[in-house]
């Protein structure tokens, strides 16, 4: 049975508001705990992570699974000791099929601390084999490491059965393969599980994207004036976020004048001119360690021209004629059909520009959606989905140009718009494309301005 698997959490009454609390991103809890309210319930969210989890293992006919991915460790295990440890194999989590996760996790103080920590995993955490960058040690380690996995699965009978692995080096692969394991590919179910989001997980990146749009906002209004550096404008961003509770800022990309075309993903110490351009990519984890991932175009100190306005409506339609695809039932091939054909028509790889990509505790999980493949291999949208889409101008022999992304959420009735920070209103104002639903009801974002936190 999982860990804690008799705690069900409570039932928001919401006889009042007649919609569920989750999925309205006005609806927004503090990211503190208090006694008077119901808020993130973070107990009921690790129960039903492992629950998801469980489930694809199941589909897959997996005996167990062995997870190296710092976002595998911490779904399964609620773990999280700092960023750095995310993707360097020096800590590992064995859940099987019919039994709680094992932490292995790196000895020394990590190892109290996460036993001081994370009460509910009891004694279930051991000490992580390191074998990566062991010099001649390689080898030994490895085989120290599977035999420690090895326990796990003994103990619970697996042994024999398919091992699916989320990632492997060559020396780990040598490894599990002399211990006689039937390892298999365990990505495609830890995806399926991460990539539909919990109640908890969606109050989370609420928080997440209302900390996002708040940094936009202060962008637009307060910091960006001629003679500012693209960097500068990124440490403001960074020192915000943090301030607002964020666990780490991944990448703030600021792009101006002649760097948004093309595109140029990172800032650099360009100096901001009047008139430019800017194209700023807000990329962080909030409370709770999920994502916020979109962009605006602004412009700089001017009003913007014919030919900026018309760039930013054609980025405009086609993000809000592909988002009006992210429904229960659609797929992605509904999606990428309302893209412009791009460099992904062109080379037939994704070019992560007329793109869209699931989002959760890590950037880039779950569904990616591009013309090079989804037209040709759809997959199913489902409810409670929640996807990064973006649309590009990327269009040779342009001075400037727009890009724009927003967070959505897939809802029983629909797409939901996270990001609530407004679009240019000298290029849009109440322009609209095609009929989306009552967007207000959907969460679509107004076309004035509302002052950050």
Not at 158 to 185: C, M, S, T, W, Y
Not at 384 to 394: K, L, P
Not at 413 to 425: A, C, L, R, S
Request: with cysteine; hydrophobic share 35%; net charge negative.
């Amino acid at each position: 049975m999982p860990f804690n698997a008799d705690y069900r959490g409570y039932d928001l009454d919401i006889g009042f508001i007649e919609e569920s609390h989750h999925t309205n991103p006005r609806r927004l809890y503090s990211t503190y705990g208090a006694d008077w309210q119901y808020r993130v319930d973070h107990e009921r969210m690790r129960r039903e992570r492992l629950e998801r989890a469980r489930a694809e293992m199941i589909a897959d006919d997996l005996g167990a699974l062995i997870v190296f991915a710092g976002a595998n460790v911490r779904y399964l295990t609620g773990s999280y000791q700092g960023n750095w440890k995310y993707n360097i194999n020096i800590r590992y989590a064995v859940l099987p099929r019919e039994g709680d996760p094992y932490l292995f996790e790196t000895a020394g103080s990590d190892m109290h601390n996460a036993r001081l920590d994370l009460p509910w995993m009891k004694d279930r955490i051991r000490p992580a084999m390191t074998w990566q960058w062991a010099e001649g040690a390689v080898s030994e380690m490895a085989d120290k490491m599977v035999a420690s996995a090895m326990e796990v699965l003994k103990e619970h009978g697996v042994e024999k059965e398919k091992i699916g692995v989320d990632n492997l080096d060559f020396p780990a692969l040598h490894a599990f393969e002399k211990a006689g394991l039937r390892i298999v590919n365990g990505w495609p179910a830890m995806s399926r599980a991460r990539v539909v989001k919990t109640t908890d997980e969606i109050e989370q990146i609420k928080m997440s994207a209302a900390i996002g749009d708040a940094a936009m906002w202060h962008i637009k209004h307060e910091w960006l004036k001629p003679g500012v550096t693209e960097r500068q404008i990124e440490a403001k961003v960074h020192e915000f976020m943090l301030d607002r509770g964020c666990e780490i800022i991944y990448d703030i990309i600021v792009a101006s004048g002649g760097n948004t075309s093309p595109y140029r993903r990172w800032a650099t110490d360009k100096l901001i001119q009047q008139g430019d351009l800017i194209i700023i990519d807000i990329n962080a984890v909030g409370p709770g360690g999920y994502y916020v991932d979109f962009v605006r175009t602004l412009k700089c100190a001017g009003k913007m021209t014919q030919q900026e306005i018309d760039l930013y409506r054609e980025t405009y339609d086609s993000l809000y004629a592909g988002m009006e695809n992210l429904r229960p039932g659609m797929t992605s091939a509904d999606v990428v059909s309302k893209f412009p054909e791009y460099d992904d028509d062109t080379y037939g790889t994704v070019t992560l520009q007329q793109f869209a990509h699931s989002i959760g505790i890590t950037l880039y999980e779950g569904m990616w959606m591009s013309r090079a493949y989804s037209l040709k291999y759809p997959a199913e949208i489902k409810e409670n989905m929640y996807f990064a889409i973006e649309t590009f101008a990327g269009h040779p022999g342009l001075p400037q140009t727009c890009r724009l992304e927003e967070n959505v959420l897939v809802s029983k009735d629909g797409p939901v718009i996270f990001t609530k920070m407004e679009h240019m209103e000298e290029a849009v104002g109440d322009y609209r494309v095609g009929d989306f639903h009552h967007p207000s009801l959907l969460g679509y974002p107004t076309h004035k301005s509302e002052p950050g936190t």
